[in-house]
């Protein structure tokens, strides 16, 4: 017994070589929302509300330094409502991934979402960079993939040039017919970002638990920083053949910054469906940050569309309260 302990404090410097780092982070997010009725007959709300379905989370990030340039991290992202304190969805981690990075990039394995949000969501919404959550202006990507079982690679970033590939296989799908795959790069060069992105079988919800078969989303975007002013536009192309769900997107944002606390957004959507429903959508907003971590935040906007269910009789508006930590 002596001797083992005697092992176990000789080795001891050994097993702690390997720094591990765990760090908790999340936020809340809530407000005042008023939605209008909408032409299919779809009641007007008038409520607090949870007015970003990903802002109000829990996280844990943990990292551990394996030597040689090595790697090994996971994420582990938990959602809830604070108007009700119920979890988001059905699952009760959202996002949750495993992976190892070096010299070569990343790999990663779990559920997570796909190189085209990963890649470009952040760069290049600029109207709401987390591309996320219950705001009128609606994003601009069309190829929502946070699948069960992706297996995903991201590149290092080499003269301004990122790339990421990722694949589900079909057996992690309901349906057990087709995989899908996705496909981005992104370019950055000062103030300019250029993305390009292709998904093979997306879904079409967010947290997808199935994919369609030759529902195909081209994305192509890009984003210039001026002195102050930021504008993003982006294009995304959505080929379903059968499913009458083929549209083509544009989505116009742009952010300027008053003072360092307040800052004014735009955004502008035109989407036809199926060459034939259009819809248009405006929207303006407002944030004011009192703090690094407090943020107060506003926006006011309509939809105006051919498809019922969509249509707005009459503005959205909203005014919340963010805190991140």
Known sequence: MLRFFCAVALSAPCLVHAQSHVNVSGG?????????????????????DNLEAAGSNLTFRGVEDLGSGLK????????????????T???????????????FGEISMGKMWGPVDEL??????????????????????DAPT????????????????????????????????????????????????LGLGYTLNAGNTASAVDNFKDRDVLTVGGRYDFSKLQLGLTYSRVSAPGQAQDSDRYSLGARYPLTN????????????V???????????????????????????????????????????????MAHRF
Request: net charge positive; glycine share 12%.
């Open 28 to 48: 809340f997010v809530a407000g005042y929302k008023f939605t209008p009725s909408k032409s299919d007959g779809t009641a007007s709300k008038n409520a607090i």
């Open 72 to 87: 090994a991290n996971f994420v582990l992202n938990h959602r809830f409502d604070p108007t009700t304190g119920s979890q």
């Open 89 to 103: 969805g059905s699952s009760f981690f959202t996002n949750s991934k495993i992976g190892i990075s070096g010299g």
């Open 120 to 141: 470009l969501r952040r760069q290049l919404d600029v109207y709401m960079p987390l591309g996320l959550g219950t705001t009128v202006y609606g994003g601009p990507l």
């Open 146 to 193: 946070r699948y069960n079982g992706t297996l995903m690679y991201m590149s290092p970033e080499v003269g301004g040039v990122r790339v990421s590939g990722a694949v589900v296989s079909k057996s992690n799908m309901a349906s057990k017919q087709q995989h899908t795959t996705e496909l981005a790069a992104r370019y950055r060069n000062g103030p300019l970002v």
């Open 261 to 272: 606390a307040l800052a004014l957004k735009f955004g502008y959507e035109f989407l036809e």
């Open 274 to 320: 199926a060459n034939r429903d259009q819809s248009r959508t405006v929207a303006f907003g407002a944030e004011y940050r009192v703090s690094k971590r407090t943020m107060f935040f506003s926006e006011v906007g309509r939809t105006q569309s051919d498809i019922r269910a969509r249509d707005d009789k009459g503005v959205t508006f909203m005014l919340g």
